[in-house]
């Protein structure tokens, strides 16, 4: 009978130790692969054009001055004549929605998000004004080009191809959601989306992040 208790103990302990080590291994592999820079020279030419990233704490949004933003992009998107930068940034509805700080996060969200198929949106937030805490990027014409290309086939268009909106969703008056392509995971989160878009552009960028300081330390001067 001791025999079979501690058989069962012990199996009941090996499997708790595998499901810690998953967290681990994936936050250690995270950070090894956030280190590592790819596209770490890129073309120096005529970078005349600044866009920015700026994060929450959680989501890493990518920031381009209204005036540079292809009207195709711009089409569809909610803002003012006195906006002068847009930030964009795609995630899980349910997170973005139902967990817009650190504080809101609960682990309910936190498995849905990460370990289950769900729909996406792209936040738009607009600002009348640089701000402080942006970490600038410079940028061509040919790479903004296709920046605004990446962040266009984010959003998910309606049948009359235009941008859905969610109505009220926003965070504030100065932000709105939009039906987004794609799914989230703990493979390729906000965070990732933004790295991604980087890496498209043929500008520096992390090999893979799930993280927001990833992508962010590549910038930082």
Not at 107 to 121: E, H
Request: one cysteine or more; a neutral charge.
């Amino acid at each position: 009978m001791k025999s079979i208790w501690y058989k069962r103990m012990r199996r009941l302990f090996k499997g708790f130790i595998y499901v810690l080590l998953v967290p681990i291994i994936y936050i250690l592999i995270s950070l090894m692969l956030s280190l590592v820079t790819i596209n770490s020279e890129p073309n120096q030419a005529n970078r005349d054009n600044n866009i920015y990233l700026n994060t929450n704490g959680i989501h890493l949004d990518i920031v381009i001055p209204k005036n540079i933003i292809d009207d195709s992009l711009l089409d569809g998107i909610k803002h003012k004549p006195t906006d002068q930068y847009l930030s964009f940034g795609w995630g899980d509805e349910n997170f973005y929605l139902n967990t817009p700080t650190w504080a809101d996060l609960t682990l309910a969200n936190a498995f849905s998000a990460l370990f289950l198929k769900s729909s996406t949106l792209m936040h738009v937030t607009r600002y009348q004004q640089k701000q402080t805490d942006w970490i600038e990027v410079k940028v061509n014409d040919e790479e903004l080009k296709i920046l605004n290309t990446y962040l266009l086939n984010s959003f998910a268009l309606n049948d009359n191809g235009t941008k859905n909106i969610l109505n009220g969703q926003g965070y504030s008056s100065f932000d709105d959601f939009y039906a987004a392509q794609g799914s989230y995971s703990c493979f390729y989160t906000c965070n990732t989306w933004a790295n991604s878009g980087f890496k498209t552009c043929g500008l520096k960028a992390c090999l893979w992040t799930p993280f927001d300081f990833g992508l962010m330390n590549k910038y930082r001067r």
